[in-house]
């Protein structure tokens, strides 16, 4: 991409949010939604600056035969390279500094886009990032991102319930903490929002300080549910004090995996009078860093003595088999969030979604969701619902039909059904407004 005179082309402070697909435009990206993109494209001698998401971005259909030379990344608010769609390309002397989030974004798989690295690589290696669309941090490259230590003074007079979580809302203290992920996300009440420590930077610690000294029978950590977090597994020890100071071990280090298939948490029995309580981090197979959406405590050492009946939407975060467009993977039609969703391979109905509640349960509706913004055109997809209890045959709970989706009536149908089973499917065979199922939320309630 030099030109004649010999000139450095620079591109300053490019992309942006599409506000429809709720993630960053890259820089530089290819898109080969109309047809596969397979002639030579060489990229050579450019300067990409503070790019305010990626740097460079492949986003649809097939793309391959791309090659890099001489490509400086420098500042970008999320990642280096963002791979949404197959394809493969050749790097050499390609460098990225101050990158937001990582080097690369890929929920592909280890074979969904062939990177070639050649020489003169440098600052975008490590393991690729799989999960939520990340809120870019914008970096200054004369001055690198810092994590600061964080100190969070929630205090609460809130009577913890018999048998209730004795963390929740309490005053925690983190080692580190990246921007956007404080200690304090870990205390919430939700797992989908989460503590991250400083990357590359073990050991860390999060301690919460429960108030008074309690009885602990058990610890509950958890990472969010989504099934766009791959499993993982951290390396942890966890310690107990009475008087902030003093720590004795509870827990020796140990290796616990975080697996959505398995609700993405591991419960830990602990036992002892405690005000303090700290984990250790020491290792993340999946990224370099701790990382905790919830850390729960509880008194007794019982995960549940009774099996209360199933309220409210009884399919979030359960796990879900579906063909995903990258980027938009079937968990985050589970995720509680109308806004993410799942999006299936284009021209290629039908298509199915499945969710396994796990165990039978009674559903006497179930709501579909898009995405509310007014952005979305109204549509129709045209779709049936069937169920199982094995999850091998299904039988059919409601007639292929097609469901008007329309912003201006909330962007959601509700649909009666009369299931009691374990796997919930929907078939999808048309959408009037894309070549692919979407889905911003799948919901099953038993009232
Ligand atoms: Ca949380
Ligand atoms: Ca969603």
Redesign the pocket.
Known sequence: MSNVRGEVPTTLRAGVLDSNWQFGVGALWFDARDGAMNGRIDVTDTDLVDSNYEAIQFISGTITNVHFDGVRINGAGTFGIQLQSPGSASFTNVTATGLGRAGVYSCLGENGFQLTKGAGNSGWDGPSYCGPWPDPIYTDPTNPPTSTTTTTTTTTTTTVPPGGNLARGKAVSASTATGGFPGG??????????WESANNQFPQSLTVDLGRSENVGRLVLKLPPPTAWEARTQTLSVSGSTDGTNYSPLVASAGFRFDPASGNQVTIPVSGTHRHLRLTFTGNTAWPAAQL??LEAYASTATTTTTPPPQGNVARGKPVQASANGGFPGGNAVDGDANTYWESPNNAFPQAFTVDLGSRIAVNRVVLKLPPATAWAARTQTLSVSGSTDGTNYSQLVASAGFRFDPAAGNQVGIPVSANHRYLRLTFTGNTGWPAAQLGEFEAYAG
């Open positions: 996300n870990a205390v919430d009440g939700d797992a989908n929002t989460y959406a919830e």
